[in-house]
């Protein structure tokens, strides 16, 4: 195997990612999970990537307190660069012994300073507590910009209020400071009435339109983002308002080389299973947002990625056209898919056909495997598997009413008759992108071998091209 994709640190996992770009190259600090028992506290750690491609990890940049320290774990946050040419580190503190008034840990915005992005000091003084009116237990992931028309710095808080609809409590606080020492609550920046809490918020420009990005902490997990005419709303909800699926969270971006590059996790799940609950950190994924003509945001994993996988190895499969008016029909490639690869497939379909996509990891005939399915009737890509979940050994006590792997569902533009679907793959991470409009990120535990291959239900599908490549000249 020639270098690896998706990257995580060898005693841990990656967590929330904070992506700085300086000079062309992107800081990926990120928060260091290591599952471990008794839990220790959550320092930031340091991966930087100079080409999108290699990323080389530095290891610890800014250590979690002592025991009795209100930042025993150093969470989210955000870093920006004074006039002066000095960096400012806003983070989370959290000490799991130290309650608020909520009867839960507190949650304070933390400050450290640098002059060279590596070692930091700490300033525990400047560390302020939830303004009035707000949970102390949920103030944390600090955003912080500066609004060049009013000359001030302000600062986006994940917050909720202390009174109202238990699960609808979360807003987007805001603070504002002349020097980024002193803050001073504001009025809400953003006040939707719709979640338990909107995580990780950032703010960015690109063209005409202002983005506001969070993380759904509620109904759903996913990174969702709105768009406005200013950075003070109002705020649009686009048709398609998600960066990628459940898998993919708390991602945050950065302007890298007039790009925007954003950095999320791939959740792991418990046992390595497919059926295992998703857990809190993962593995590294980076996405690149490009602008519609209507503004809005189309994800892909970047093209230094894709074009890293070089050299083209045999499906064993040839172009086809796979005609089922009414029934089932796919065709299986002869070789054995790579453990990490990409495949492309170019699809043209007739109208009305219901259902038609790729088959991963499959068995010769097509029958065990993961299925990658399009769905024009009802707008969506979904990730779905064959055996699916038993709940016991009687003939129906098979997940047959589940029309997909829960949770892995994207809505997708398939209006038009010629798609194209690509599929990252290292070991049990998987990222499919779909026309470089769409992205699924999942995790592919059960089903470690098989072949590929294509599929069609209730129409008629040409497979135009099926290519698998690996990475030949990367180390």
């Not at 109904?219 to 993919?248: H, I, K, S």
């Not at 088959?359 to 399009?374: E, F, K, N, P, Q």
């Not at 892995?408 to 690509?422: K, Y």
Request: aromatic residues 10%; negative net charge.
């Amino acid at each position: 195997m020639h270098g690896r994709v998706f990257f995580q640190p060898h005693d841990g996992w990656v967590g929330d990612v904070i992506p700085y770009a300086r000079d062309g190259e992107l800081n990926l600090f990120y928060l260091h999970e290591r599952r471990e028992v008794p839990k220790p506290g959550t320092p930031w750690s340091l991966a930087v990537t100079r080409d999108l491609l290699h990323v080389e990890d530095h290891g610890t940049a800014l250590p979690h307190g002592a025991d009795d320290d209100a930042d025993f774990n150093t969470y989210t946050g955000s870093v920006v660069r004074d006039a002066s040419g000095t960096y400012h580190l806003f983070y989370t503190g959290q000490n799991p012994a130290i309650l608020g008034s909520d009867g839960a840990p507190v949650q304070v915005v933390m400050h450290a300073t640098s002059g060279d992005l590596a070692s930091w000091t700490k300033h525990p003084e400047h560390a302020f507590g939830a303004a009035e009116g707000y949970e102390t237990a949920d103030w944390r992931d600090p955003f912080v910009f500066f609004d060049e028309r009013r000359g001030v710095w302000r600062m986006l808080i994940t917050a909720r209020h202390r009174h109202g609809p238990e699960r609808r409590r979360g807003v987007i606080a805001q603070c504002e400071s002349s020097d980024l020492v002193t803050w001073k609550a504001t009025t809400p920046f953003w006040d939707p009435h719709r979640y338990v809490a909107q995580e990780c918020p950032e703010l960015f420009a690109l063209g005409d339109w202002w983005y506001l990005v969070y993380s759904e902490f509620s109904d759903a997990f996913a990174t969702r983002y709105r768009m406005a005419r200013t950075p003070d709303g109002p705020w649009l909800a686009p048709e398609r308002d998600t960066v990628d699926g459940r898998a993919f969270y708390a991602a945050k971006s950065a302007a890298v080389g007039g790009r925007r590059i954003f950095a999320g996790w791939i959740a792991s799940r418990e046992g390595d299973t497919d059926d295992g609950a998703w857990q809190w950190a993962g593995t590294l994924s980076l996405l690149e947002a490009r602008q519609n003509p209507d503004g809005t945001l189309a994800f892909a994993p970047p093209a230094e990625i894709l074009d890293s996988f070089d050299r083209e190895t045999s499906a064993g499969l040839a172009p086809t056209i796979l005609a089922a008016p009414d029934g089932f029909r796919c065709a299986v490639g002869s070789e054995p898919l790579p453990e990490q690869c990409l495949l492309r497939a170019e699809f043209t379909v007739a109208p009305d056909t219901a259902e038609y996509g790729l088959l991963l990891r499959t068995s010769a005939d097509g029958d065990h495997g993961y299925v990658i399915r399009l769905e024009p009737r009802r707008g969506r890509m979904v990730l779905d598997r064959w055996p699916r979940r038993r709940t016991g050994q009687a003939q129906w006590q098979i997940s047959g009413d589940v029309p997909h792997m829960i949770e892995l569902e994207r809505p997708a533009d398939l209006s038009g008759l010629t798609h194209t679907l690509e599929v990252l793959i290292q070991e049990d991470v998987a990222v499919v992108a779909l026309d470089r409009q769409v992205c699924l990120s999942t995790r592919l535990y059960d089903l470690r071998t098989g072949r590929t291959g294509a599929f069609v239900s209730d129409g008629t599908a040409e497979l135009r091209g099926l290519s698998v490549h690996v990475r030949g000249g990367v180390s």
